[in-house]
């Protein structure tokens, strides 16, 4: 066999292999190119599902003026409208939030939104002497509280990149 016809059939498989892995590595950047600005897109519409959500919540607990639920003979006074209102946006905030994800938030977010109807339906029998005693509104408002504070927690863990993103 000539020289030059061996050298082309031993450096024939060498080049097909190089090929592949150029090819494998090309495909492989490529999807990272465009994943990387996808993930940005995602993270940031996340970021402003998140941001909804605590927003709602602090406004829940201004509507329903918590902060007065906590004092020993005080009863806060609440604007049904308002909190109705609140409530409302709280629920739309939280959709939003397990429509973006990831599902490690779908807890928190849970939790978060049972307590603020909990703490929603207890301002509504707030100031009526029939109504439950206030030390039932104070563990209210702390269990509200909480559940805000760790969907926080939760949510700065995820955007903080602590957690698999969703794919």
Known sequence: MEP???????????????????WSAGRA?????????????????QRDAYS??????????QAVDASNAVLPDRRPVVDDEEAREAARALQDAADLVFLE??????????????AGKHLYAASLVWGNPLGPPAQDD???????????????????RHLNGHTAPDA
């Open 52 to 61: 909804a959500l605590l927003a709602a919540a602090r406004r829940l607990e």
């Open 4 to 22: 030059e016809i061996l050298a082309a059939l031993i450096g024939a498989p060498a080049v097909v292999v190089t090929a592949i892995a150029a």
């Open 101 to 114: 994800g990831p599902d490690t938030l779908t807890g928190p977010t849970e939790l978060l939104l049972s």
């Open 29 to 45: 950047s490529g999807r990272g190119a465009h994943r990387g600005p996808v993930d940005a897109v995602r993270r940031a519409a």
């Open 138 to 156: 104070v563990e209210l408002v702390g269990q509200y509280r909480e559940a805000v504070a760790d969907f926080v927690t939760e949510a700065r």
